[in-house]
Each structure stands twice: as structure tokens, then as C-alpha cells.
């Protein structure tokens, strides 16, 4: 294990056969060994609410839940380790480590989600998901189902998608050997829904809906020391707006036929990463901070059945990314992004 020196116990050598000296180096590295890795072992954690702590012995968290809202804060405390690492052998790609809260309707945001670890050295490998990771998403915008009979039809527009919570997440004293992400803090907005299509079958025009508008990322704020990132892309940090609802399809048999516009993409949020004491090895990519906005959603098609003519909705306009900050503390470091 790199990074790690083993001292096993010292005997008086002069006084015990060879067999026996092995017999106590083997005992010892296998007891390192444990402390080390945990397999797929659960963490020992107590649940309060929306708070969550793990200390102990550690091995994965997984925080999940569907259900909040934007006026409450989910927070996951990892602290006090008694064991000196752990090793992933899930078979899925979740993370060791997750926090990951969402909203249960159409269009409504999540609640804000805080990580603190604060820990002395700590160890995680995975060959699968990041060591580390959290997630607040906003939920989609709603779909209609298409309007469609004699007369003027018009579709129902798509639901704007729901925004982005704010994240902020403090960690100390991590270290972590990933292929993938080794810690991945983000905040995204939903998709708004698509445009419902809107259907004339005779003596009146079809609009199709407009497209939802996509839902703004959180602020996210990141302050990571005394740790040490192998492999992988290392720290990841984001807030990405959600993609506008693509319009819908206007159709009508012997009048015109409109499309809907595209949704306009929703906004990325701004993003603040402080470090300190960061150590990247191993092909490691170090820090990737990004805020970028949703794509605009595409217009629809307008068609009359009868002369395959009609107008195309225009399409939305993609978000702007936020502001993006990353400075570095450590003496003689680098200043700030």
C-alpha cells in the first residue's frame, strides 16, 4: 500500500525459531491488512433526520433520498476512523462514499447537501465509482400527452425543470486511489419537458407546446486539504444547468401548422474550490472545476398533413455558465484560477 510503512512488533529474535517468527509477521500484516480493507462492509453510521455521521470503522455510506425539498439540508459526517482504509469491491459503480439527494415532483428543487470529512490519512481504492461523492439534482420538467381532435388544437407547453441544490462540501485528511473520479462534488438542474404535440384533424390550426425551460445548477463550494489523489481525474466539482424542453409538434389537416420553440437552457451556478496540501500522483488529473449552462431545446416540427407545409418553432437559447474560482493556500502554491 503506498504511502503506508508497516513496523510489526519487535521480539527478541534470538529466542524464537524461524517457524514462530513467521507465524507472528504473518499474524501482524493480516491483522494491517483488515484495518486496511473492508470488502463491501457498511460503515457504522446513526441517522438523524437528514443528518447523517459515520465514524468508526468505515466503509460505504450511501445516503440516498428521493424525497426532499428545497427548504431542508442534507448533511454527511465522516469522522474518528478507527480502521486506516478501506478497499471497494462493489459491483456496481456506485462510490464508497455518496450523498445524493433529489426532489419527489416535477419541477421542484432538493434540498442543499453539506459533506464534512475530517479525517487523519485515511485511505480509499476503488477500480469502479469516485471515493467520494455528491449529488443534489433538481427534477425534470413534466411531458403532456399530445392534444389531438377537430377544431384548433394546441399541445401543453413542458414543465420547467427544477434547479440545482447548494452543495458545499469540506474535506481534510483523504486520500484516494481511483480510475475514475476520485471525489465528484455536483449541483445540476433538471431538464424541462418536452412540448406536447398539438393535433388539428380538420377546420382548425395545430401548435405544438413550447418546450420547459431547463433548471438552473446550485452554487457548490469545495475546500479540500492534507489529501492526496491517485489515479483517476482526481477532483471534480460542477455545477451544470439542465437542458431546455424541445418544442412540440404542430400539426393540422386543412389549416396551418405551428411547432413549438425549444425551452431555453437553465443556468450553471457558481463554483468555488479551495485547496490546501494537495497532492496529485499517478497520472492523476488534479482539479477540474466547471460551470457551464444547458443546451437550448430544439424547435418542433409544424406540418399540414395534406401539403407537408407548416412552421418550425424556434429553438431556446442555451444557459450561461456561473463563476468559477479555484485558489490554492498551500505556501508557495500557486495563487488563484
Known amino acids: 500500500m503506498s504511502g503506508f510503512t508497516f513496523h510489526f512488533p519487535y521480539f527478541p529474535t534470538h529466542r524464537i525459531d524461524p517457524t514462530a517468527r ?17 470488502g463491501s462492509a457498511w460503515a457504522d453510521c446513526s441517522t438523524d433526520g437528514l443528518a447523517k455521521t459515520c465514524s468508526g470503522t468505515l466503509g460505504v455510506v450511501n445516503f440516498t433520498d428521493a424525497s426532499t425539498t428545497s427548504d431542508e439540508t442534507a448533511s454527511l459526517t465522516i469522522e474518528n476512523a478507527t480502521n486506516l482504509g478501506f478497499t471497494n469491491t462493489q459491483t456496481n459503480n456506485n462510490a464508497i462514499w455518496m450523498l445524493n439527494v433529489g426532489a419527489p415532483e416535477y419541477s421542484q428543487a432538493p434540498a442543499g447537501a453539506v459533506l464534512d470529512i475530517d479525517l487523519d490519512g485515511f485511505l480509499l481504492v476503488t477500480n469502479r465509482g469516485p471515493g467520494a461523492e455528491v ?28 434547479a440545482g441544490g447548494q452543495v458545499t462540501a469540506t474535506i ?50 469545495v475546500t479540500l486539504t492534507d489529501s492526496a489523489l491517485s489515479l483517476g481525474t482526481g477532483l471534480v466539482v460542477e455545477s451544470t ?6 418544442g412540440g409538434v404542430g400539426m393540422a389537416a386543412d389549416y396551418s401548422a405551428h411547432g413549438g420553440d425549444g425551452g431555453n437552457g437553465g443556468q450553471g451556478g457558481d463554483v468555488i474550490v479551495q485547496v490546501a496540501d494537495l497532492t496529485s500522483t499517478n497520472g492523476n488529473t488534479g482539479i477540474v472545476a466547471v460551470s457551464h449552462g444547458g443546451q437550448g431545446g430544439e424547435g418542433g416540427v409544424g406540418e399540414n398533413t395534406l ?28 495563487g488563484t484560477l
Open 22 to 38: 513467521l507465524r507472528l509477521a504473518t499474524v501482524s500484516f493480516l491483522a494491517l491488512s483488515s484495518a486496511l480493507t473492508a
Open 135 to 162: 449529488l443534489s439534482t433538481g427534477s425534470v420538467g413534466q411531458t403532456h400527452g399530445k392534444s389531438k381532435g377537430s377544431g384548433k388544437h394546441e399541445g401543453k407547453p413542458g414543465g420547467a425543470g427544477g
Open 172 to 221: 481534510a485528511g483523504l486520500n484516494v486511489n481511483a480510475a475514475a473520479e476520485a471525489i465528484l462534488i455536483s449541483s445540476s438542474g433538471a431538464a424541462g419537458g418536452d412540448g406536447a404535440e398539438g393535433h388539428s384533424t380538420g377546420f382548425g390550426r395545430g401548435y405544438g407546446g413550447d418546450g420547459g425551460v431547463g433548471g438552473d445548477g446550485g452554487a457548490v463550494t
Open 241 to 246: 444547468g439542465g437542458n431546455g424542453g424541445d
Open 307 to 334: 401539403t407537408s407545409t407548416g412552421d418550425g418553432g424556434a429553438g431556446g437559447v442555451g444557459g450561461a455558465g456561473g463563476s468559477v474560482l479555484v485558489s490554492n493556500t498551500t505556501p508557495g502554491g500557486t
